[in-house]
Every structure is written in structure tokens, then in C-alpha cells.
């Protein structure tokens, strides 16, 4: 069984957003959600609810299986990186 955390669904998001070179407030306009709602996502503030992930899925232009495969092709040191970069802006242990 493959395991892939919410912060490792929030990086692959963020990366396929960067992909498709829009904002996040434009990725969210699209999505019909708040404005804040993808930085809040991709910062791993906020878990990403399956209508939400299928919403940003449609205008980013993959399938939801697409986001889930960009997570589990994270490297484990990339993911360790950037949690602990967002652990310290956060103060998060």
C-alpha cells in the first residue's frame, strides 16, 4: 500500500500549478474558491478536501490520479526540505 501524506499532495499541487504558470489566487478564481485558499493548501495549512481537489484537478487539466502520482514521485529528502522550511516559518515541531 502506498502512503502519501496531505504535505506531500500540497507540494505536488503546487508544482503542477507552477506547471500550468498560474497564480494561486488566479487557480482559485478558476476553482470558484476563496482567493486564499490555494497558498493556504499549498502551504500545507489546510488539508485538501476531495471536491476541492477535484475542482483544482479540472482547471489545472489532470486527473485526480495525476496529483496523487506527482506526490509519490517526491523524493523523501525534497519533501523532508520542505517541511521542515514551512516548520520554521510556522513554528511548527
Do not use: C, W
Request: glycine residues 6%.
Amino acid at each position: 500500500m502506498i502512503s502519501i501524506s496531505n504535505f506531500q499532495i500540497s507540494l505536488a499541487l503546487r508544482a503542477l500549478r507552477e506547471r500550468s504558470t498560474l497564480s494561486p489566487q488566479d487557480l482559485a478564481m478558476r476553482a470558484g474558491l476563496p482567493s486564499d485558499e490555494v497558498s493556504r493548501i499549498e502551504a500545507g495549512e489546510i488539508g485538501l478536501e476531495y471536491l476541492t481537489a477535484a475542482r483544482l484537478a479540472q482547471v489545472l487539466q489532470v486527473g485526480l490520479a495525476d496529483i496523487a502520482i506527482a506526490a509519490h514521485a517526491l523524493s523523501p529528502a525534497f519533501v523532508k526540505r520542505k517541511y521542515d522550511q514551512m516548520s520554521m516559518h510556522s513554528g511548527v515541531s
